[in-house]
């Protein structure tokens, strides 16, 4: 099980939204909107959290910086930035789960009781995601968390962070039966190509899952074998099941209703 309260409702929205690491980390309590969506609720991504060397933020246009936090660390040649989105397509907004919703209200109340224990010396950083002190958290903090958490827990699959949102995506594109518009509206990906190259080989399993109900049932009709060495034509076949429009209607009246929907998408595909 996973107890850490900051970590497992990182984890949370990665597996469930399929957030980067910059995007969890950049939420503000204001990009929720618990009401949205007849009550369902939902969380806009706009800004994304990076550690960024000070050398390369004098190069970077100020108008891509929303935020840049006071150094932790005496002498840091890094700093905390605040960011606009990785492309236009990474700010969206999503639909919250029940479960999700219930754990971002009970980390709220979190943040209010770590503030009050503080009486007078929380630094209130803005973001969703806070040390007890009010700081924010650092994406190679969050990260070294979860190595710590997966080393001691060796059941458990061993992919990084990011591992988790790829994790995600795949879980929803064979949720959809192969939506991609919109899984690409989840993840945030800049066009949906760029998501089917990372994830083409989702549909390696249904797609072999497809051929094998087809030569279970198409090829269980008695459609005659042709002889070696010759091609197999409209004639060797009997009356029955010529290849015809209305023959491989009559193949596909016979499939149950899954493989008629699995037939029509590979057709469509």
Request: include cysteine.
């Amino acid at each position: 099980t996973m107890t850490d309260p900051t970590l497992h409702l990182a984890v949370h929205l990665s597996m469930i939204l399929s957030l980067r690491v910059g995007e969890i980390l950049g939420l503000q309590p204001g990009d929720i909107d618990f009401d949205a969506a007849d009550g369902r609720g939902t969380i806009t991504v706009g800004r994304s959290l990076q550690r960024t060397e000070k050398a390369a933020l004098e190069k970077t246009d100020p108008n891509q910086i929303y935020h840049i936090f006071p150094d932790q660390r005496e002498g840091s040649s890094s700093a905390l930035v605040l960011k606009k989105p990785k492309t236009k397509k990474s700010s969206r907004t999503l639909y919250l789960t029940r479960p999700l919703k219930d754990e971002l209200l009970a980390w709220l109340e979190k943040l209010r009781q770590d503030e009050l224990a503080m009486d007078g010396r929380y630094r209130n950083c803005g973001q969703l995601f806070r040390l007890p002190n009010g700081m924010p958290v650092a994406p190679e903090a969050l990260s070294k968390w979860y190595r710590t958490w997966r080393a001691e827990h060796p059941e458990f699959e061993k992919i990084v962070f990011h591992g988790l949102r790829h994790s995600s995506a795949t879980y929803q594109l064979i949720e959809s039966g192969g939506n991609i518009k919109a899984v690409q509206g989840n993840t945030g990906h800049a066009t949906t190509g760029i998501l089917m190259d990372t994830y083409a080989h989702t549909q390696d399993k249904p797609r072999l899952e497809l051929a094998e109900k087809l030569e279970a049932d198409f090829y269980s009709q008695d459609i005659g074998s042709p002889k070696s060495g010759s091609v197999p034509v409209k004639e060797n076949l009997p009356d029955s099941i010529q290849i015809t429009p209305e023959g491989m209607l009559k193949v596909v009246r016979q499939m149950n209703p899954e493989q008629r929907r699995e037939f029509t998408r590979l057709l469509f595909a």
